[in-house]
T-cell receptor, first 115, second 113 residues
Framework: KAGVTQTPRYLIKTRGQQVTLSCSPI?????VSWYQQTPGQGLQFLFE???????NKGNFPGRFSGRQFSNSRSEMNVSTLELGDSALYLC??????????????FGEGSWLTVV | GENVEQHPSTLSVQEGDSAVIKCTYS??????FPWYKQELGKRPQLIID?????GEKKDQRIAVTLNKTAKHFSLHITETQPEDSAVYFC????????????FGSGTQLTVLP
C-alpha cells in the first residue's frame, strides 16, 4: 500500500511568488492535514480537510490556503511568499479524521526555500 | 488552545542505557497522545501512542506512560541503540472543537556507541 505522497519534494521560489503543493493520501484515507515544520517553531498545524471540507484551521495568515478534491487528494497554496515561509511542509492522512482516534501518517514533505 | 511542552531538548545516552523524554499538556480535554520519531531529512513516523483511558503502553523497547491528573506523559526507550538516534516529538489531541495535533518542540536523542 503506497504511503502519503507529496510533490514536489524540493522547490525554490522568490519572495512575492505563490506556490502550490500537492498531497495524495494513503488509499482509503479521507482526512488530510497539513503542517509546517521549521527549526524555530517546530511542527505547526495549518489546516485539515475531510470530504472536501476544511474542518480545522491553525493560526496562519490568509495567504495560506488549501483544498481537497473528491478523490481525497489535497493541495495547499501559499501566496505572496515571504522569506519566513521557508520550511518543510508536511501532509498527513488518516482513515477518517484526527478526531476519531485514527493514526495520522505523514508524507516525506515538500521543502520550500524562499529567496 | 492546547499547549505541549517537551523536555529535554537534547539528550545523549550511552548505547544500552535508557532514555526518558517528558511532555506536559495544558488541555485536560486532550485524549490522544502519539509519539513520532523523525530521522534527519525524513518524515515523522509514529512509534507509539496512548489514549486517555490507558495509563501505560509498551511495545518491545518502547513504552509510554500517561498521568492524566498531572497532565504529563513520557516516552521510555530501554536498551538504546545507535539507530534510535533521531528527533522525537510528542503530541496531544484535544477532544474539543479544535481537534488537530499539537506538537512538542522535539528532543534530539543521540545514542553514543
Amino acid at each position: 500500500k503506497a504511503g502519503v505522497t507529496q510533490t514536489p519534494r524540493y522547490l525554490i521560489k522568490t519572495r512575492g511568488q505563490q506556490v502550490t503543493l500537492s498531497c495524495s493520501p494513503i488509499s482509503g484515507h479521507r482526512s488530510v492535514s497539513w503542517y509546517q515544520q521549521t527549526p524555530g517553531q517546530g511542527l505547526q498545524f495549518l489546516f485539515e480537510y475531510f470530504s472536501e471540507t476544511q474542518r480545522n484551521k491553525g493560526n496562519f495568515p490568509g495567504r495560506f490556503s488549501g483544498r481537497q478534491f473528491s478523490n481525497s487528494r489535497s493541495e495547499m497554496n501559499v501566496s505572496t511568499l515571504e522569506l519566513g515561509d521557508s520550511a518543510l511542509y508536511l501532509c498527513a492522512s488518516s482513515l477518517t479524521g484526527p478526531d476519531s482516534g485514527n493514526t495520522i501518517y505523514f508524507g516525506e514533505g515538500s521543502w520550500l526555500t524562499v529567496v | 488552545g492546547e499547549n505541549v511542552e517537551q523536555h529535554p531538548s537534547t539528550l545523549s545516552v550511552q548505547e544500552g542505557d535508557s532514555a526518558v523524554i517528558k511532555c506536559t499538556y495544558s488541555d485536560s480535554a486532550s485524549n490522544y497522545f502519539p509519539w513520532y520519531k523523525q530521522e534527519l531529512g525524513k518524515r515523522p513516523q509514529l512509534i507509539i501512542d496512548i489514549r486517555s483511558n490507558v495509563g501505560e503502553k509498551k511495545d518491545q523497547r518502547i513504552a509510554v506512560t500517561l498521568n492524566k491528573t498531572a497532565k504529563h506523559f513520557s516516552l521510555h526507550i530501554t536498551e538504546t541503540q545507535p539507530e534510535d538516534s533521531a528527533v522525537y516529538f510528542c503530541a496531544a489531541r484535544s477532544s474539543g472543537s479544535a481537534r488537530q495535533l499539537t506538537f512538542g518542540s522535539g528532543t534530539q536523542l543521540t545514542v553514543l556507541p
